[in-house]
């Protein structure tokens, strides 16, 4: 079959959950911009998806809100259908991949900073991340045989130890996670094994470098499906990159999907972090409505 190119995934179950310091406006004016790309809807994809990546205990914590949570990661009621919905949403962009070259899943709550149980460390939704959803996607294409080796590479700001923790030692995922210098997550960084690390400051001439190294061991590796997290934390106008003055521009992240569009290979693309909404808007049609 001839392969469209780009397809994006949205849901509005996805802005019902509440969280001040990752709040639903961010996603409103990529959303309200939808007549400029082509989109579908996340389907509606069984609750058990979620049991691919966390434990029973963890995922029924969350859906009766009896779980503790950090103080910036808050459970309400709608918490736990939003999460979910995010988790369909990434799914249905991985599966999407057997028609579309690119699929984009712009969804929340995000999700790389949940393991098995929840934070690495505590057990509970830490970093605003609540269900995996870029694990969720990629262990729903290995269960049905839709890809049998599966890079993933992670591009928020923020370290994907979540991620990592969950793939560790799995020989079918290999797992690149490229970050700023920041306190959170309090676990350090580290390469072994299918799982590596790169700490650098966020700015574009030492950032496309190190994706260009990245990307060459993402070809050794012979990936059938690339699952991308994408964070626009990076951004140069975004609170986090932008606090510590560094940051990416605009026209780096339409640099950044040509140099992995080359390598012709399927892409899953799953939103992580990102706080400016006008910024997410602008990164995205960049990219979206060529
Ligand atoms: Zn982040």
């Not at 019902?16 to 996340?42: C, M, Q, T, V």
């Not at 269960?143 to 030692?169: C, P, V």
């Not at 892409?267 to 060529?290: D, H, M, P, R, T």
Request: aromatic share 12%; charged share 25%.
């Amino acid at each position: 079959m001839e392969k469209n190119s780009l397809i994006t995934v949205i849901s509005e179950e996805c802005l019902k959950h509440e969280n001040p310091y990752e709040p639903s406006s961010r996603l409103i004016p990529i959303y309200e911009s939808r007549n400029r790309f082509e989109y579908k809807e996340a389907k509606e994809y069984e609750e058990q998806i979620l049991n691919l990546v966390h434990s029973k205990k963890y995922i029924q914590g969350i859906k009766d809100m009896r779980i503790d949570s950090s103080s910036d990661t808050p459970i309400n009621l709608h918490t736990y259908n939003s999460a979910l919905w995010a988790a369909r949403g990434a799914v249905t962009a991985a599966e999407l991949l057997d028609e579309y070259k690119h699929s984009f899943a712009l969804i929340r709550p995000p999700g790389h900073h949940a393991s098995f149980s929840g934070s690495v460390i505590y057990q509970i939704p830490w970093g605003f991340c609540y269900f995996n959803n870029i694990a969720i996607a990629t262990k729903y294409l290995i269960k049905n045989k839709k890809a049998d080796r599966i890079a993933i590479l992670d591009m928020d700001f923020h370290y994907g130890e979540g991620t990592q923790s969950i793939f560790k030692d799995n020989d079918n995922v290999r797992c690149f996670s490229i970050h700023g210098r920041t306190h959170f997550p309090p676990v350090k960084a580290f390469s072994a094994g299918n799982l590596k690390s790169f700490t650098i400051p966020i700015e574009s001439t030492i950032y496309i470098k190190t994706l260009k190294k990245v990307l060459e061991e993402i070809l050794e590796f012979k990936p059938d499906r690339i699952g991308i997290s994408i964070g626009l934390d990076t951004h140069k106008r975004d609170m986090f990159a932008g606090s510590i003055g560094e940051g990416l521009e605009t026209k780096d992240y339409y640099n950044i999907f040509n140099l992995i569009d080359k390598l012709d290979i399927g892409c899953y693309w799953i939103l992580e972090g990102g706080y400016n909404a006008q910024v997410i808007k602008e990164v995205f049609l960049n990219i979206l409505s060529e």
